[in-house]
């Protein structure tokens, strides 16, 4: 079994910073690809950066300079920095593993939320 413990969301002012973590636990042999996405409601959930393995990174266009995905391999923890914050950023952010010879996990989301 695998579970994923999402951190770090909350409520800020626009052009403030947040720092999600996401801790993934039990049964890995290695995780490939870490993945954070967000969701607003009645929207699909959308990509928002990848880190592969050997810390290649691809970011949406939306957050490209503001956000910065890492990972931390021993500790199988990934992380997304986020600053200068808007408005258009509020949404529940989901963090993905992609785990070798397992397949996709995700957590259960953290709401982050930047007032005007």
């Known amino acids: 079994q695998v579970q994923l413990v999402e951190s770090g969301g909350g409520l800020v002012q626009a052009g403030g910073s947040l720092r999600l973590s996401c801790a993934a636990s039990g049964t890995i042999y290695r995780i490939n690809d870490m993945y954070w996405y967000r969701q607003t409601p009645g929207k699909q959930r959308d990509l928002v950066a990848s880190?592969?393995?050997?810390?290649?990174?691809n970011y949406a266009d939306s957050v490209t300079g503001r956000f910065t995905i890492s990972r931390d391999n021993a500790k199988n923890t990934a992380y997304l920095q986020m600053n200068s914050l808007k408005p258009e950023d509020t949404a529940v952010y989901y963090c993905k593993i992609r785990l070798a010879f397992r397949g996709d996990y995700w957590g259960q989301g953290t709401q982050v939320t930047v007032s005007s």
């Open positions: 880190i592969t393995s050997d810390g290649g990174t």
